[in-house]
């Protein structure tokens, strides 16, 4: 089992930026694909962005490309996404999620381990 608790998430300025962090318990994620995703009030949870279990690829949503980017130490079994130019549409809940073996998919469902997520609002 793998626990992933996300953090950094809050109330922001359109422009402004935020990092959120995502520190995972249980196990090492240094097998394992990560995925960050969101969910607005009223709309389906949504792709955000991907690393690979290496850092070696990721993938972006064109909704976020050239504002956010995704990093992660596996040292410190931790993914961040460094979230800059913030808009009103990007406030929503912020969900890290594993996916084992994989190169990071957009696909929620083949992603095995979700966080809780955290809040971010951006204000206009």
């Known amino acids: 089992q793998v626990q992933l608790v996300e953090s950094g998430g809050g109330l922001v300025q359109a422009g402004g930026s935020l990092r959120l962090s995502c520190v995972a318990s249980?196990?090492?994620?240094?097998?394992?694909?990560m995925g960050w995703f969101r969910q607005a009030p009223g709309k389906e949870r949504e792709f955000v962005v991907a690393i690979s279990w290496s850092g070696g690829s990721t993938y972006y949503a064109d909704s976020v490309k050239g504002r956010f980017t995704i990093s992660r130490d596996n040292a410190k079994n931790t993914v961040y996404l460094q979230m800059n130019s913030l808009k009103p549409e990007d406030t929503a809940v912020y969900y890290c999620?594993?996916?084992?073996?994989?190169?990071?998919?957009?696909?929620?469902?083949?992603?095995?381990?979700w966080g809780q997520g955290t809040q971010v609002t951006v204000s206009s």
């Open positions: 249980g196990r090492t994620l240094s097998r394992y694909a």
């Open positions: 999620a594993a996916e084992f073996g994989g190169d990071g998919s957009m696909k929620s469902d083949e992603y095995d381990y």
